[in-house]
């Protein structure tokens, strides 16, 4: 494993994202737009299925913040990745960075089960299934937010 990490950190991309003085501060902070944009998304949305903004019709509020939420998870996760590779040796080597990455399994599959269960709820009150899923979606997700900081300090 640790070869494999080693090739990473030298990748023609990597040498170049480590090389220049701008390209990682813009991944950087294309990093933290994501994240910003992907929690945003979910604590909205997630209000929305407890009974927040009853004005606002859920289906299609819902269905709009999933996919700005997805566009966003996609985000964060590319220049996740190339953030990753400058260090992916000492990185993940880090407990911390295995607690974030199991936080952000965790995220996803309360994600996608929320997604399933929700599916065809259209403007229903939500079941105590999906209320529950929507109450925990935000507590995971600031978890790999604070997880991801704790990885630059430990």
């Known amino acids: ?7 990473i950190e030298q990748l ?8 220049s003085f701008v390209a990682y501060p813009i991944v950087n902070a294309l ?3 994501s994240i910003g944009v992907l ?7 997630d209000l929305r299925i407890v009974g ?19 566009v966003a998870f996609a985000g964060a996760v590319i220049t996740g990745l190339l953030l990753f590779s400058v260090r992916a040796s ?3 080597a880090k407990p911390v960075f295995l607690v974030k990455m199991t936080l952000i ?13 929700s599916r065809n709820a259209g403007d ?19 978890c790999v937010l604070f997880a991801g900081r704790f990885i630059g300090f430990l």
């Open 1 to 7: 494993m640790a070869e494999i990490l080693a090739g």
């Open 12 to 19: 023609a991309l990597v040498r170049a994202l480590k090389a």
């Open 31 to 33: 990093h933290i737009i």
């Open 39 to 45: 929690l945003t998304s979910v604590i909205f949305m």
């Open 52 to 70: 927040a903004f009853r004005s606002v019709p859920q289906a299609p509020f819902v269905a709009l913040l999933r996919r700005t939420a997805l």
């Open 90 to 92: 000492e990185y993940a």
């Open 105 to 117: 399994f965790a995220a996803g599959a309360n994600f996608f089960a929320f997604a399933l269960i």
């Open 124 to 142: 229903k009150p939500a079941s105590t299934a999906v209320t529950v899923l929507a109450i925990l979606s935000p507590f995971l997700w600031l």
